[in-house]
Nanobody, 119 residues
């Protein structure tokens, strides 16, 4: 059974930082591209960042560029999202996702972790 377990969400003031983590189990982690998506209240889920199977390539939404950094540790079956200079508009539930053929159509999703940025 595949599980993606996110952690690290919370409440932070605008300008602050958070680091989200996702630990995977039940799959060959290094075979999957990993990504973070988010969903704000009343909005559709949107792509935030992704990292390739070996970690050599990363991809970011325009809203994340320069502020968020995605990384992975295949030995620990983990992916992280370091977020700095957080804005109230970053408030959302953040989801970890794994895609065998890429990040755009994930096969597995975590249950999400809430990030709230106060102004």
């Amino acid at each position: 059974q595949v599980q993606l377990a996110e952690s690290g969400g919370g409440l932070v003031q605008a300008g602050g930082s958070l680091r989200l983590s996702c630990v995977a189990s039940g799959l060959t982690f290094s075979s999957y591209a990993m990504a973070w998506f988010r969903q704000a209240p009343g909005k559709e889920r949107e792509f935030v960042a992704a990292v390739s199977w070996g970690g050599g390539s990363t991809y970011y939404a325009d809203s994340a560029k320069g502020r968020f950094t995605i990384s992975r540790d295949n030995d620990k079956s983990a992916v992280a999202l370091q977020m700095i200079s957080l804005k109230p508009e970053d408030t959302a539930v953040y989801y970890c996702a794994a895609g065998l053929l890429g990040y755009s159509d994930p096969d597995y999703w975590g249950q999400g972790t809430q990030v709230t940025v106060s102004s």
